[in-house]
């Protein structure tokens, strides 16, 4: 890869140190031609922002910063190859509630580097964002990530391996497999925090209040401003133009179905209650502005979880009865249908809460004591304990064929980006960019 200008890597520092309005008041310049596209440096800046964002690696010096660009500029080009090739393919699609369960999945998994959701929209608002501008710029990630994965399941999806390529494997690479990590297989029970019915109605009353305030005149800018809950009465609950993919579904059903000057009834999501209001159109994009009221619980209602926490607890340990209780009590839609069965877990790969929950953790069927974490209390069970240890090619055949078929599989892809590299057109302008 071609050397990085000092003036590119100087603007990348100063991008990474300013917020997001000072970002597009630059002059971009054009850093690689793929195809018959381009990648800008405002586009590699904002990558390498949100690498640092999730990370939290920032770049020490100028030289640790060109290696990140360089490397994120490189996969940046495989991502519009896979995506050249996913487009051609007419078979494969992405439908939009597959990339709002991946994004919500995604932020969650964000969110987790943060102590408290406090913690986490304070980084967001340090690196000039907000929930929903975050939101908009992993969209597309997201999609296309679902894209590339989509396109690589159909060419690889016959991808086999022999007995005898197992044993190859083995045998060329045994000194340098690592080791099975240690791991348990846990099931549990979420119990979320939750607002009392009572503060819910209550809260759901206070904003269609403010929503007749509005309708009688009152400023909706000024409401949101005073009212909002969590910052999103910033600039007065402005959105600005959106898209309907940028938003959850109940929103969009409501926002979309609004002509400009109209305000909507009050709206339910997972954020709280909304009011919208649109105040343009363009294209398929509308200009929005909302007054947003969440329902947090009262002391009294996380104190109702932690007894029922504890309830749920005594009679597992009792009736031994974990599966049942998930399937009836977790707040966890994905998990409840199969007893709150999680799977395995290396335990060096558990996130902190989880990890001193279940340090030294060796005995099948026990239960711990519930776990708190943001999304709220979770109870534990140890269904299968397996200790670290050498893989063998006898009692581990599986998963050496596993990690066999994987190695193929890399090979495949290198192999195939080389020939879609071959037949399409790529320019690497760093040094002219400065």
């Not at 909302?290 to 029922?308: G, K, V």
């Amino acid at each position: 890869m071609k050397r990085c200008g000092l003036i590119l890597i100087l603007l990348a520092l100063v991008i990474l140190s300013c917020p997001v309005s000072a970002q597009r008041e630059m002059v971009d310049k054009i850093v690689a031609v793929v195809g018959n596209e381009v990648i800008l440096a405002s586009e590699l800046a904002g990558q390498v922002q949100m690498y640092v964002f999730q990370s939290g690696k920032q770049p020490k010096n100028e030289h640790e910063l060109k290696k990140l660009q360089d490397e994120i500029l490189e996969q940046m080009i495989f991502d519009k190859l896979f995506l050249f090739e996913a487009r051609r393919d007419t078979t494969i699609n992405v439908r939009p509630e597959e990339i709002e369960i991946a994004l919500d999945e995604h932020i969650a998994g964000v969110a987790k580097n943060f102590g408290s959701d406090q913690e986490f929209m304070d980084a967001l608002a340090n690196e000039g964002l907000t929930l929903r501008t975050l939101r908009k710029q992993y969209r597309g990630e997201i999609e296309n990530q679902l894209l590339k994965n989509r396109l690589i399941q159909s060419k690889l999806y016959t991808v086999s391996v022999s007995k005898h390529e197992v044993k190859e494997f083995y045998d060329q690479f045994r000194d340098s497999i690592p080791n099975q990590p240690e791991a348990v297989k846990l099931a549990h029970i979420l119990l979320t925090f939750s607002a009392s019915k009572e503060i819910d109605d209550s809260i759901r009353t206070l904003a269609a209040e403010l929503r007749q305030m509005v309708l009688d005149g009152a400023d909706f800018a000024a409401i949101s401003s005073q009212y909002s809950s969590m910052g999103a009465g910033a600039n007065g609950g402005d959105l600005g133009y959106i898209r309907r993919e940028d938003v959850v579904p109940e929103f969009a059903r409501a926002a979309f179905n609004l002509n400009v000057g109209d305000i909507s009834g009050v709206i339910r999501t997972q954020f709280g209650y909304h009011v919208i209001k649109c105040e343009g159109k363009q294209d398929e994009r509308l200009k929005l502005r909302h007054i947003l009221l969440m329902a947090q619980p009262s002391p009294e209602d996380s104190a109702m979880t932690y007894r029922l926490a504890d309830s749920l607890l005594g009679e597992v340990r009792k009736n031994d009865n974990f599966a049942e209780l998930a399937k009836t009590f977790s707040g966890d839609d994905d998990t409840r249908a199969a007893g709150g069965e999680l799977g395995w877990f290396a335990t060096a790969n558990l996130p902190p809460d989880f990890a001193d929950a279940v340090k030294g953790w060796k005995t099948p069927g026990e239960y711990r004591e519930p776990v708190k974490t943001q999304f709220g209390l979770y109870l534990l069970k140890l269904i299968d304990y397996r200790p670290e240890k050498q893989y063998s090619l006898d009692e581990d055949f599986d998963e050496i064929k596993q990690l066999a078929r994987q190695e193929k599989t890399g090979r495949m892809v290198d192999k195939w980006i080389e020939q879609i590299k071959e037949k399409t057109y790529i320019d690497y302008r760093l040094t002219d960019a400065d």
